[in-house]
Every structure is written in structure tokens, then in C-alpha cells.
């Protein structure tokens, strides 16, 4: 069975009856190792559609999750049920829950820590005083702001005014977390929330994909929320040391907030300002400044490193970038594609009103990020088999055009590495406005396609 | 990917059913099993598969049956009609299977489990009527219209569905308005099979209910039954267990009875 990758969770549906029988052939390690490989934070099997399911077959699950645990980490367990399932599984498993379990997949998102859409009220519940906290500080990590029911009585209350959170986390237990270090967006700043004792693990810990992606996409503040940390040693010292000297090359700056210096040696500080690293007491003196924001390099995301020009190699797989483009489109619409126009020049969006954008960075033997710019009524009616509704959510059209523009993505690594061109995709960005996608590409030239389907115009942008 | 005009022409393409069939089902309505029985000798590939079919270990005979008319006389008149068009649903199986894991055996697998224990069902819901026997035969036939309307998509499919949760019947209903089971209920139409099995087929997608009742219970078994035969291994590896949605509050309220008939622990 293959999963579902979506932000940060790889997940598993499932349906019918789990038994003994059933669930070693629903799962293997080959499917759960194939996942993991997706760098993914958690790995989760929906009981959404599970009508029946006992001990032995949620037992086949929980083996393969320990081994995976065990390889790279990830958090893994169940999410989707009812109140009946979560006490079924509480029952059999009792004081050994070594996995987690979360009531729906949109409550897991939460905690996943590639999850972008932050600052979300999240009303939180548990009997467990202990599983409470947890969540709570889980929750904050990951940039939300989780409000505790200290009672079932206070909880009964508080949910039952649904339209004060943006979710209701009950039914929920965290089990052995993930070791992956939690990142979040604000605004042009990415804050990694580091914790505890610092040493060589850190290397494994913080995923340097992400964050070289994140350099390539244009982010140029990074800021590690380092009130947690106990203290350092000096393989940690030489990874921060490194990490800052590689940004440096694109004029990154790296800080560190509420890092207390009572266990770690004093010098260590010395040497992490000499690679460039900068400490101030609180997160809020970084983001509340908006001259000192500016000066850090995060009131733009250009990235001025990479403002390179298309190469030849590009131009000359160009056909395959509009090939995947247009067969998606045609794909999700049913409906033939047509190139209209192509120049090279900086990105030209004559009317800024109304439109919405995706993009997608590829890496490798090319290099490149491809930018699909659509007014938001031609993104919806571009996004309508993967929504399956008709709705005019912003977010959850952006959700879509970030899941259209990934696989195209998919589509594009095929169609290379039928040429032998390796290439990977980074995760998909959207941007609500012209404007602040204008701020991540700048002045940058790239090769601009018209494209239309169904007399639906759209533009497909493809830069260096 | 998959246009309404790429469905009309795979239905268009479905042949009538075969002259000998429609006798066959005939006389078996008349109850006359012996002149049946000789028609269905005739057809010589017929005559092969109610030998397989009634010979698999779940019809339970304990020795080897390979009389046509033996066969009609042990099954009665509303199974040998339920063999019949099992067989007619057999006729558009492909020769070689792409999309799903499947093979003639498994294929054929699957059509007795679900049939026999529809005819169980049906006795522990005490209900007689050979039409309804039937009616499990078409159900095989919505995995055999997913196989010939996705074989040739399996990339754009695999894409989208790391990509989404998305069954084959949502995909073709979104696309082209017209859902797997629809498509089912044509065939039916076009074989000339009783109206009421086209209408139980419909409503056992668990997307389109039955304003009447006992079709729509019926509905809900059958659903329930598709999904407790696809949670089997054999048919989870021939990758059938996602390949419609199960609507799980569709068979809320007959579950407990189901998990009982079924001795489910």
C-alpha cells in the first residue's frame, strides 16, 4: 500500500478489517521504509475507514513502526477514529502506548513540524495532566497557540463554541515523539526550536534539505528559539559554526534567542559570533523590529545568491518543464492545454488582482524553481478533481495549487530522468498575492509560457 | 485523462449478451433446469467455467461435479441463474490484467466468495428471490470497468494518488460525471438483467442510497460484504482494497448484525 505524503506525514488508509491476517498485507516494510525515505516528520495509519480491527493486527503496525523508529526516527502511530476505537486501542495496549494517536490527520498536522500553516488556536484536552502539557508545549514548538481545558467540564464548555479555535485536540496522545527539530515560517523568518542537551546527534536531528531548500527558495533569517537548551558541546558548536558559514555565501543570517550560557562555556559563544551567528534574549526583539528584520536580511526573500541566469542545459529541457505542466493541467481538467506565447524576461504579471501562485525548486543535475501564476477562479476550476467541491476557501484552494504544482513536480522528475537527469523537488510554496511571490523572485529572469486551457488563461514562469 | 466519450465508447463496445446465455436464463426462469442445463452444455467455454466455479472448496461438494445438469440440479434454479451471469461478467474480464493483481483464478476467486456468501446472506435475511441472488454477480464487474478505463493511466494515476486520497470511482465521477457504478448499472441495462439488480448495484456504491428500503438494507450487506472480501490478503496485494471508497456510516446500523452472521470476534 503506498502512502499519502502531505505536509510532513506520510499516511496510510486502510479500509475494511484489520486482523492478523489482513494487516501484514496491508503494510510491509518495504511501503513504510519507501515513505520514510520521504524524509517525512511522522508516519500514520488512518482508522478513518477500518470498520473492525483487533490487537494482532494493530500489532503487524506497531513492529513495523518500531523498526522505522528505530532507522529514522519519524513519529508514527494511528489518527481517524472515534471515541470507541481510541479506548479500544487504550485497552490494548494500556501503560505500553509507545505510539501516538491523534483523533483526526488534521489535528496531527499540528504537530507535524513541516506543517506551514502556524499560529493556529488549538483547544487542547486530555485527562492525562501530563499528556496535556505535552501537547501544549508540542503545540508551541510548532507555532501555534494551544489553550488548555484543565477539566472535562471546562473542555465540554469551551468546545462547545466551536468558532473560537481553529481545532479541538482531544482523543489525542502523544506518544514517543519525533526527534526531528521543529521549524516554523513567520512572515520571511524561519525559527528551528531547539531543546536540551546539544551534541553530535544534532547533524541527524535538523534536517539540512530543508534548510538549504529554504536558502535556494530565497529565506535569508533563520532563528533557532533556543530557550529549552541546557547546554552545548563542541560537536554542536562545530555544526552551528558550519551552518553559519554556509549561509553566509547567500548572505544569510543566523540567530539564536534565549540561549542561556550558565552550562556552556562562555568561549563557545566568542567562537559561534565569529562564524557569524547573532544572540539576542528574546524571539520578539527580532520580530517585533522591523528596522532590525530589515538589516537580518528578512523583509525580502530574494535570494541574492543564486540570481543566476537560465543556463543552456534549461532551455534546453524546457520542453519537458511546459510537456509536465500542460499534461497535468490536461490531466486535472480534461481539457487540452495550449501554449500561447514564450519569452525570456523578468516576470510580467500585467494584472495583479485576483491571482494566486505556486511554486516548486528542483535540484540536482538541473537546477531551478518552476512558478505557476493563475487568477484564483482559473486555479479553482484548474484544482477541481483534487477538491471535489465547489468552494472558495483561500486556503484551501492554496492547499490545492501546492498539491497541483507537486505533481507537476513528480511529473517533471519523471519526464528528466528519462534523459538521465536526476533532479528532486523541494516541497511547494503559495503565495496569496503577486506581491509576495514578486518579493521571493524579484527582478530574476526566467523563461515566462503562456498557457491556457478552456480559453482559461495562466502563466508558467520557470527561473533560476 | 478519462473522457465521458472514452466511457460511452467502452459501453458501446460491451457486447449483447450471448444468444446461448439468453436462452439459458431464460428456460432457467421457466425452472426448466434439464433443457438449460443442455443449452449451457453447448457452450463449450460456459460448460468449463460452471465446472471451475461449482468445484472451488467455499460450494463445499465433496466430490468433483462435471455434469451441467448435475450442476443446475444441486444449485436450484436461483444459484445456476446467479452462475450464469457470473459467467456474463466473466466475459468482459481482459485477457491479462494491468491495473489490479488479478488473474482469471483470483478474478474467479473473488466471484464465488461474494456469491456464496450473498446466498447466505440473503437465507439469514430470509429473503427468496432469485434476482436478488443475482445481483452479487455484477459487483466484479465494477473492478473489471476500473481495469479497462484506468489500465492505460496507471502513471497519472499513481501521481495522483500520492499526491490525494483519491478512489478510481471519485476520480471518474469528478472527471466525467459519471462514477463506476453508474457504469455498472448500464451494462445491466444493456444485458437486459432484471431492473432490480442494477438498482442494488447502485446503491451498494454507498454514494447514491435507495429510496426503497429493502434495496438500500440489501445495499448495505453487499457494501459491507465487498469490503470484508477485499480486506482478505489475496485481494489487499492485487492492490482492490482502495480502489472505491467504503462508507463506513452507510453500514453503520447493520455492522454488529453483519460481525455476528460473520462470527467476527
Not at chain 1, 527539530?181 to 526550536?193: E, W
Not at chain 1, 544572540?279 to 530574494?302: P, R, T, V, W
Not at chain 1, 505533481?407 to 528519462?418: E, H, N, Q, Y
Amino acid at each position: 500500500m503506498r502512502a499519502v505524503v502531505k505536509n510532513g506525514i506520510g499516511l496510510f488508509t486502510p479500509q475494511g478489517f484489520l486482523d492478523a491476517n489482513s494487516s501484514s498485507s496491508f503494510l510491509s516494510i518495504d511501503d513504510i521504509e519507501a515513505t520514510a525515505a520521504l524524509d517525512v516528520d511522522m508516519i500514520l495509519v488512518s482508522l478513518k475507514r477500518v470498520v473492525f480491527f483487533n490487537k494482532n493486527g494493530l500489532d503487524i503496525f506497531i513492529k513495523l513502526f518500531s523498526k522505522v523508529r528505530q532507522k529514522n526516527q519519524a513519529t508514527v502511530g494511528f489518527c481517524d477514529y472515534d471515541e470507541r476505537k481510541y479506548k479500544a486501542i487504550h485497552t490494548f495496549y494500556q501503560d505500553k502506548l509507545n505510539f501516538s494517536l491523534y483523533k483526526t490527520i488534521d489535528v496531527a498536522y499540528l504537530f507535524s513540524s513541516s506543517f506551514q500553516n502556524q499560529n493556529k488556536n488549538v483547544l487542547v484536552y486530555s485527562e492525562d495532566r501530563s499528556q496535556r502539557s505535552a501537547m501544549a508545549i508540542e503545540l508551541h514548538d510548532n507555532g501555534h497557540n494551544p489553550i488548555i481545558a484543565q477539566t472535562k467540564e471546562e473542555f465540554k464548555e469551551k468546545s462547545s463554541n466551536k468558532a473560537a479555535y481553529d481545532a479541538i485536540a482531544d482523543l489525542t496522545y502523544l506518544g514517543q515523539m519525533g526527534q526531528k527539530i521543529a521549524t516554523r515560517v513567520t512572515g520571511n523568518a524561519i525559527i528551528y526550536s531547539i531543546s536540551s542537551y546539544l551534541d553530535a546527534e544534532i547533524s541527524n536531528k535538523f534536517n539540512i534539505q530543508y534548510h538549504n531548500n529554504s536558502l535556494n527558495v530565497g529565506f535569508r533569517l533563520f532563528v533557532f528559539d533556543a530557550y529549552k537548551v541546557i547546554s552545548m558541546n563542541v560537536h554542536a558548536l562545530n555544526f552551528f559554526s558550519k551552518l553559519a558559514s554556509s549561509g553566509a555565501e547567500y548572505n544569510a543570517s543566523i540567530c539564536f534567542v534565549g540561549m542561556n550560557f550558565d552550562k556552556t562555556t562562555e568561549t563557545f559563544k566568542d567562537t559561534l559570533e565569529d562564524a557569524g551567528i547573532l544572540f539576542y534574549d528574546n524571539i520578539d526583539d527580532i520580530l517585533k523590529n522591523k528596522q532590525l528584520l530589515q538589516e537580518l536580511g528578512a523583509s525580502s526573500a530574494a535570494n541574492t545568491k543564486s540570481k543566476r541566469v537560465i543556463n543552456k542545459q534549461t532551455v534546453t529541457e524546457l520542453p519537458r518543464f511546459i510537456d509536465a505542466t500542460v499534461a497535468t493541467i490536461e490531466m486535472m481538467t480534461n481539457s487540452k492545454a495550449i501554449k500561447q506565447s514564450a519569452e525570456v524576461q523578468a516576470i510580467g504579471i500585467k494584472d495583479k488582482t485576483d491571482k494566486i501562485a505556486s511554486s516548486i525548486g528542483y535540484y540536482g543535475d538541473l537546477d531551478g524553481m518552476l512558478i505557476l501564476v493563475f487568477p484564483k477562479g482559473i486555479a479553482k476550476k484548474a484544482c477541481e478533481l483534487l477538491i471535489g467541491e465547489n468552494t472558495d476557501d483561500v486556503e484551501l484552494i492554496l492547499d490545492t495549487l501546492a498539491e497541483l504544482v507537486n505533481i507537476v513536480g513528480g511529473k517533471i522528475k519523471t519526464l528528466l530522468s528519462d534523459q538521465n537527469i536526476s533532479v528532486d523537488i523541494t516541497l511547494p510554496r503559495t503565495y496569496s498575492n503577486v506581491d509576495s511571490l514578486l518579493e521571493v523572485i524579484q527582478d530574476r529572469k526566467g523563461v515566462q509560457v503562456e498557457l491556457s486551457f478552456n480559453d482559461d488563461k495562466f502563466i508558467f514562469f520557470l527561473t533560476r | 485523462m478519462i473522457t465521458k466519450d472514452k466511457i460511452d465508447e467502452y459501453i458501446e463496445k460491451i457486447p449483447p449478451a450471448p444468444k446461448a446465455l439468453r436462452e439459458t436464463l431464460s428456460l432457467l426462469n421457466d425452472g426448466e433446469l434439464i433443457k438449460a442445463s443442455k443449452i449451457a452444455q453447448s457452450d463449450l467455454a460456459l460448460a468449463k467455467y460452471l465446472k471451475n466455479l461449482v468445484n472451488k472448496p467455499i460450494y463445499g461438494f465433496s466430490n468433483e461435479i462435471t455434469d451441467i445438469s448435475q450442476i443446475f440440479g444441486i444449485l436450484g434454479v436461483s444459484s445456476s441463474q446467479q452462475t450464469i451471469y457470473n459467467y456474463m461478467t466473466t466475459l468482459l474480464s481482459p485477457s491479462k490484467w494491468v491495473l489490479f493483481g488479478l488473474n482469471t483464478k483470483s478474478f474467479h476467486e473473488l466471484q464465488a466468495r461474494l456469491s456464496k456468501k450473498w446466498e447466505m446472506i440473503l437465507k439469514h435475511l430470509n429473503i427468496e428471490d432469485k434476482n436478488i441472488t443475482s445481483s452479487i454477480t455484477l459487483l466484479p464487474a465494477s473492478i473489471i470497468v476500473a481495469e479497462a478505463l484506468f489500465c492505460e493511466k496507471i502513471e497519472d494515476v499513481e501521481l495522483l494518488r500520492s499526491t490525494k486520497q483519491l478512489d478510481y470511482n471519485t476520480i471518474l465521477t469528478r472527471l466525467c460525471g459519471l462514477g463506476i457504478f453508474d457504469i455498472c448499472e448500464q451494462i445491466a441495462t444493456k444485458w437486459e438483467m432484471p431492473k432490480e439488480i442494477g438498482e442494488i448495484i447502485q446503491a451498494s456504491s454507498g454514494l447514491k442510497p435507495s429510496p426503497n428500503e429493502i434495496i438500500n438494507t440489501l445495499a448495505k450487506w453487499m457494501h459491507l460484504l465487498l469490503f470484508y472480501e477485499l480486506s482478505q490478503p489475496i485481494f489487499i496485494e492485487a492492490g482492490l482494497n482502495d480502489f472505491v471508497d467504503f462508507q463506513i456510516d452507510f453500514v453503520d446500523d447493520i455492522y454488529d448484525d453483519f460481525a455476528r452472521f460473520m462470527e467476527i470476534e
